[in-house]
């Protein structure tokens, strides 16, 4: 319990950390920590599956692609770094005006009640998956073949650029 | 009925092929030969399907693989009668045809001509052999586009008269397609065809099935060249080039016409001698005459006089087909017959004539039936024939008219006969002026005209001739295999079976001859021979007013057109204004605000899609 | 066997970038694609009965997938779109590397695609999608320029709130239902609840919204397909939005999502906004590539409305205008290409009279241009004219109006774009402006054939390949 109450408060922190980051590769940094710490909650909580898909997805690919992305940026100007400091708090505007509302909303509607989880089976995590799932190992095949060649697409032009 | 054999859609095909080939070509000259081979083909074709039906004895049909999805059924029919009129138009072909080979020598714009002469064979071809409304109105109104081709080719001043003609068959047609329309609400839409309502014992002369009569009428009389959507064809007379002329207005239109106005009053609605509709043909016939005959005898123009007869004559037809007793119905087909064939005729003896005198003004020619004496006897055997002179064709198939006529009141008897009478009064002027008397000064010394133009003339001749003489030939052979059931077993061959009109034709024909010599006499010249009727206390102030054209329906609707476009262009300017002005302004005005909104930062962007997110919570939720 | 349409562009992708026989894979690498490409079509067009059961799973593969008329449609649209951006890319792109970047990641997409419009679980299909949307982001920003980095970072930012929505929407779909097949789903939402199975709905809609540029979620769309390289624009616009967004909206909104309250209004709303915020959105633009983006929005809009019809006829109006608009704005974005490499530059206001100089991209584009507008008789004509009579026939009379007006802003923009560019007096500089060569024609052309065989031949079309479509709705 304690060790899930530390992973949770790690977890907010992070994904506060990735929001409010003011360089690109921080908050990819914070992306990935908040996805490992995710995915070690989840397995922690006897979610194995969903733990994979976290991982493999979140972790694994999307911060692939914000790296490169990245990686292609070039550095901000001082005056666009002054002027974006001073905008920064600006956009978060709409972020409480939309907790409220979803607050009203779920106090409107009611907080369900949320039905109790299945604990899988105990068979390893990959037979499992296979069995169960193989359409969606072959969408994770392509997903990271695809991350990958992205990833060596985009710094093969950084390496032409800087040539 | 049996299928009926490719030839007849070779009929359609044929000529449509001849027509893109003519416009292909790149020589004046070859496309007239082409246009002969053609229309010579296609006599052969049509000649083969008039033995084919003979021999069948019965109607021939045929009709596409159903199209399913349009709802139109694309059958064809072809009876005695659509088989005679078929052959009948393919030969009218020909001999234009030929006969423009010189009329068109060393001209070379006649792409138009040729291309537009085949195109209407063929759609004619096609419209005579429709059987389904639906389908018969696809090639009716390929004729008004043909026609208005044809004008409009005639020469920088012929686009006004082509417009004229557009707008008066098109109004016409209008009427047909109304027509055809009410046909079909008063059969439910289950059937368009002819011969399947005509079996089914014709529609009623109810309130929608008169309606549709009477539209159905107008069209087809139109087509004909009946009062009142006439008044194109005088124009046309002056601008299109003449062969034009013989072609359609005096052959392929009188055909057209008078055969869908017997398929509908004698097949649609299966018309009965005691109905008003008869009546109103009678009146409609009889009208056409008496106008128009009186209009031809003012006229100082060769080619305006004949085409004002050409309207006066279908009068004849229609009123032979009004009375709706089997003298007059063969009485007015045989007119037709004999129409296309005289009226041709003359119209090319006037072609001869502006060929080889440079003009047709009636007070600039005189005296050139000595140096055109082919022209000279064609126009007198025509003439005779138009005028009712035994024992030419035209005198047969009048003396039926005025049978049926007076076998239903003897009023529209002595309007057919006073038609006359002033046909003959105008032919007689017309001759005299032309090719008697003495030239005008100033004009050439005309020749004869070449062989491929006199020959198409006594070919007409010889057809007037043939078909007097010897009237059984078309009579039992064309006309009465088509009123087989009507008939009853009388037999209209031979000489006249009432010799009191005879002499009453005689006396009609005496008069006018007399009122000839009388007027020319009187005014020393054969121009001026019918000025004291032109001149009649009465009689002058309408003429006055119809040469300024007050009877025109078409420039009559121009005045009424003008005003209300002056009233619309006022109102039009409004709705432009909200159209160009208000609407483009408020259109981007909106664009550029929306510009702003999209100002390329992310955040709003993600902002709208949260706001909605809501959005679709809300009407998710709501409803 | 039909998996075979995901397995066998993977497989080719696994050997193009095998350390062996490098030289030999890369030559013949286009030549693979295309044929690839080409295979795909005929097979989708070839009727099912004529295959092997398409739904068998080869021993190596057991994978569950659905092939129905629907999918057929999809997999033929693939296959042309595919070709022509394949075509483009050869003239477009000059570097042996560059177009064997794009021959990669064109097979990734294939997969990808392939892959969404076979699946018949939600979140393999979620998987799908996320793949393509990879694909297309790094295809969007492998242009150097700072523009296409800033569309590719838009598009990948909204992909990314796209991607969580629709993440969430499966995780509490996968709680209501147990599983996430699409039978399992659409008996939950039947079950209804506002909780989870609604919100999941909204959720997973909004992240569909915005796959496929719906208003308001369509921020991202105008500067994804305005920065992207030619050959990308072709991609993007013809076949990937189409795919990952519309495909998926038209698959859900008939077999699971039926059962939603609301669902009709939801769609006639945004589909009508989305006709009207794209069509007056695209009248003021300068940029004919813009231009063409925001016209995007506004077709979009339309298969959406037909959807909201909620009928068989308004189903097959939507798939049948997918179809169209895919054939049509590929046609468009091969033109702006063809005008882009010719005269330098797609700003609209320093063109003009270009007709003459390019009379075959001017001629197709005008087809294009009169498609999109639905003028007779061309195929978008039907499809717009299917998607009015199913609005009108669901009782939708107000909202199909509003369909109408928005075609006549669309034949506003439209004909004042052919008239800035292609009509008029010719521009200054463009005394020398000439056709962009055969790759931009000849895709060109037999879109624009497409398009009109399409019109002429409607019934055979419609019989043949749109109504079998009605069937998913079992």
Redesign the interface.
């Known amino acids: 319990m304690t060790l899930e109450l530390v992973l949770l408060v790690l977890l907010v922190v992070a994904a506060v950390w990735t929001v409010l980051a003011r360089g690109l590769v921080g908050a990819a940094i914070g992306l990935a920590v908040t996805s490992v710490v995710l995915s070690v909650l989840l397995f922690q909580m006897h979610a194995p599956w969903a733990a994979v898909f976290e991982l493999s ?1 979140c972790a694994g ?2 911060t692939v ?2 790296v490169s ?1 990245v990686a ?2 070039r550095a901000e100007s001082p005056q666009e770094l002054a002027r974006a400091t001073e905008r920064r708090w600006r ?1 978060y505007v ?1 972020l409480p005006i ?1 907790l409220v ?1 979803v607050a009203v ?1 779920l106090a409107y ?1 009611g907080v ?1 009640e ?2 109790p989880s ?1 604990p899988m089976g105990e068979p390893g995590v990959g037979e499992t998956l296979w069995r169960l ?4 190992v ?6 990271l ?3 990958v ?2 990833v060596v ?2 710094f ?2 950084r390496g ?2 800087a040539r | 009925m049996p299928a009926i054999p490719v030839t007849a859609l070779l009929l359609v095909a044929f000529p449509a092929l001849g027509a893109l080939i003519v416009l292909l070509l790149p020589r004046d000259a070859s496309r007239s030969w082409v246009s002969v081979g053609v229309s010579a083909v296609q006599v052969g074709l049509a000649i083969q399907l008039f033995r084919a039906v003979h021999g069948a004895g019965h109607a021939l049909a045929w009709s596409a693989p159903s199209w399913a999805y349009w709802g139109l059924e694309a059958s064809f029919r072809i009876d005695h009668f659509a088989a005679f009129v078929l052959t009948a138009a393919a030969g009218f072909s020909i001999l234009v045809s030929l006969y423009g080979v010189a009329f068109f020598a060393g001209r070379n714009d006649t792409r138009s001509f040729w291309a537009g002469l085949l195109a209407s064979l063929a759609l004619s071809s096609g419209a005579m052999m429709a059987d389904n409304l639906i389908f018969l109105l696809f090639f009716w109104e390929g004729l008004l586009g043909t026609l208005f081709w044809m004008i409009w080719a005639g020469g920088p001043d012929a686009w006004k008269t082509a417009v004229k003609a557009l707008v008066l068959v098109g109004l016409s047609d209008l009427c047909l397609m109304g027509g055809i329309a009410l046909v079909a609400v008063s059969e439910g839409g289950s059937s368009l065809s002819l011969s399947t309502i005509g079996a089914s014992g014709g529609l009623a002369l109810d309130a929608t099935g008169g309606l549709a009569f009477v539209l159905l009428m107008i069209g087809a009389t139109s087509k004909a060249g009946s009062l009142p959507f006439h008044t194109w064809i005088p124009d046309a007379a002056v601008d299109a080039p003449l062969p034009f002329m013989a072609f359609l207005p005096a052959a392929i239109e009188k055909l057209l016409g008078i055969y869908l106005l017997a398929r509908i009053a004698l097949e649609l609605f299966a018309l009965r001698p005691d109905t008003w509709a008869s009546h109103l043909l009678m009146v409609l016939g009889a009208a056409t005459i008496l106008i128009a005959v009186a209009m031809a005898l003012v006229q100082r123009d060769y080619k305006r006089l004949l085409s004002y007869h050409a309207i006066s004559q279908v009068g004849y037809m229609i009123l032979g087909v009004g009375t709706a007793v089997p003298a007059g119905i063969v009485g007015g087909l045989f007119h037709m017959i004999n129409h296309a064939m005289y009226k041709s005729c003359l119209f090319l003896t006037g072609g001869a004539v502006e060929r080889q005198a440079g003009t047709t003004d009636l007070a600039r020619l005189g005296g050139i039936g000595r140096a055109m004496p082919v022209t000279f006897v064609s126009f007198i055997v025509a003439a005779c024939a138009i005028s009712g002179v035994p024992p030419f064709n035209g005198f047969f198939s009048k003396e039926l008219v005025y049978d049926g006529a007076l076998e239903r009141h003897w009023i529209y008897y002595a309007a057919a006969l006073l038609g006359s009478v002033l046909t003959a009064a105008s032919f007689l002027k017309l001759g005299h002026a032309a090719f008697l008397g003495k030239p005008a000064a100033g004009t050439r010394t005309p020749k004869e005209v070449p062989w491929s133009m006199w020959v198409p003339m006594l070919v007409l001749v010889a057809g007037c001739i043939l078909f007097g003489v010897y009237n059984p030939l078309p009579l039992r052979g064309l006309i009465q295999p088509i009123l087989a059931d009507q008939l009853a077993g009388h037999d209209f061959a031979g000489l006249p079976h009432s010799w009191l009109l005879v002499a009453l034709t005689c006396i009609a024909l005496a008069l006018a001859l007399a009122n000839h010599l009388w007027g020319a006499r009187r005014s020393g010249s054969g121009l001026h021979a019918v000025d004291h009727i032109h001149h009649a206390p009465g009689l002058s102030q309408v003429y006055a007013m119809a040469e300024r054209r007050v009877f025109d329906p078409y420039d009559q609707g121009l005045v009424v057109v003008r005003g209300f476009s002056l009233v619309s262009f006022w109102f039009d300017r409004g709705i432009d204004w909200i159209y160009d002005v208000v609407s483009v302004r408020v259109a981007h005005g909106i664009g550029r605000g929306l510009r702003a909104l999209h100002d390329g930062s992310y ?1 709003l962007y993600v ?1 709208w899609s ?1 706001a909605g997110v ?1 959005v679709v ?1 809300l009407i998710v ?1 709501l409803s | 066997m039909a998996s075979l349409f ?2 066998v562009p ?1 497989l080719a ?2 050997l193009l ?1 095998l350390p062996v026989a490098r030289t030999f894979f890369r030559r013949i690498s286009p030549y693979v694609v295309g044929l690839l490409l080409t295979l795909q079509a005929i097979v989708a067009i070839v009727p099912p009965g004529a295959l092997e059961d398409p739904k068998a799973q080869p021993w190596f ?5 659905s092939y129905d008329g629907l999918t057929r449609v999809l997999l033929l649209t693939i296959g042309f779109v595919g070709l022509s951006a394949l075509v483009v890319a050869r003239s477009t792109l000059s570097a042996p ?1 560059a177009r064997l ?1 794009f021959e ?2 064109l097979l ?1 997409s294939l ?2 695609m392939n ?1 969404v419009v076979l ?1 018949q ?1 939600l ?2 299909l979620w ?2 999608i ?2 393509l949307g ?2 297309s ?2 295809l969007v ?2 242009r ?1 320029e700072p523009g296409g ?1 800033e569309g ?2 838009k598009y ?1 930012l909204l992909s ?1 709130v796209a ?1 969580v929505l629709m993440l969430a929407g499966v995780a509490l779909l996968l ?1 209501a239902a ?1 599983n996430t097949t699409f039978a399992a789903i659409r008996a939950a939402v039947e079950a209804g609840g ?3 199975a609604g919100l999941a709905t909204i959720l997973f809609l909004a992240g569909l919204f915005v796959k496929g540029g719906v208003v308001p979620f369509h921020g991202w769309l105008p500067d994804a397909y305005t920065e992207a390289p030619p050959a990308v624009s072709v991609l993007l616009a013809g076949i990937v939005t189409k795919v990952g967004g519309l495909y998926t909206l038209i698959r859900l909104a008939s077999e699971c999502f039926r059962g939603v309250p609301g669902l009709d209004t939801l769609l006639l709303v945004l589909g009508t906004a989305s006709i009207f915020t794209g069509a007056l959105a695209a009248l003021p633009q300068k940029d004919m590539k813009r231009m063409l983006a925001w016209s995007s929005v506004s077709q979009v809009g339309y298969i959406v409305v037909a959807l909201g019809a909620a009928t068989p006829l308004g189903l097959a109006g939507a798939v049948f205008h997918l179809f169209n608009h895919a054939i049509f704005k590929t046609q468009l974005f091969v033109n702006a290409a063809a005008v882009e490499a010719a005269t330098g530059t797609r700003d609209m206001d320093r063109m003009g009279g270009l007709s003459h100089r390019m009379p075959w991209t001017s001629g197709t584009s005008v087809v294009a241009l009169f498609s999109t507008a639905g003028i007779p008789p061309l195929a978008g004509f039907w499809s717009k004219l299917i998607i009015l009579i199913a609005l009108w026939q669901a009782g939708h009379e107000g909202w199909a109006a509003a369909a109408i007006l928005g075609s006549l802003v669309t034949l506003a923009y439209f004909l004042s774009l052919q008239r800035r560019v292609f009509f008029g007096k010719l521009a200054e500089n463009m005394e020398s402006v000439r056709e962009a060569g055969r790759g931009l024609v000849v895709p060109a052309v037999l879109l624009a054939a497409a398009t009109i065989c399409v019109g002429v031949f409607f019934f055979f079309i419609l019989e043949t390949f749109i109504l079998p479509v009605q069937n998913i709705l079992g």
């Open positions: 997805v690919l999307i692609v914000f992305a292609l940026t956009r709409a939309l509302v909303a509607l369900p949320i039905p299945r799932r193989p359409t969606d072959l969408g994770q095949v392509l997903i073949f695809t991350g060649l992205g697409v985009l093969k032009e032409n650029d | 955040s902002a949260l809501i919570a939720a | 995901v397995f993977l992708l696994l970038h593969l057991p994978v569950d997938i590397k970047d990669s990641l990734a997969a990808a892959g699946v679980d979140f393999s998987l799908f996320e793949a990879v694909g982001f790094v920003a492998s150097k980095l590719a970072f990948l990314a991607s709680m147990g506002m909780f989870p």
